[in-house]
């Protein structure tokens, strides 16, 4: 057995825990939420969270009830406090 496939499952492993857990793409459910306030008009709601290095970004897009729609994004530190 060559030495990359004794150490595939381990460096599968690796990569896997180096991943953010809040990466990926988050979709509102309105069945199972009960927004109020300025969220209780969204008809829907995406979020990417993407890795960019020490950072994540952010992008929100956001559709109320009335039809209009609207983009947020943001980079944010992933260990918390300002960005370099």
């Known amino acids: 057995m060559s030495i990359a496939l004794r150490f595939a499952p381990w460096l599968l492993a690796g990569s896997l825990l ?3 857990p809040f990466a990926g793409t988050w979709i509102l459910s309105l069945a199972e939420s009960k927004l109020a306030g300025p969220y209780a008009g969204f008809k829907s ?5 993407a890795e960019q290095g ?4 952010i992008v929100a897009s956001v559709t109320l009830r009335d039809g209009s729609s609207s983009t ?12 370099s």
């Open 54 to 57: 020490d950072q994540l970004l």
């Open 72 to 83: 947020f994004k943001e980079a944010v530190a992933k260990r918390g406090g300002k960005l």
């Open 45 to 49: 709601e995406t979020l990417v969270i």
């Open 18 to 20: 180096a991943a953010d």
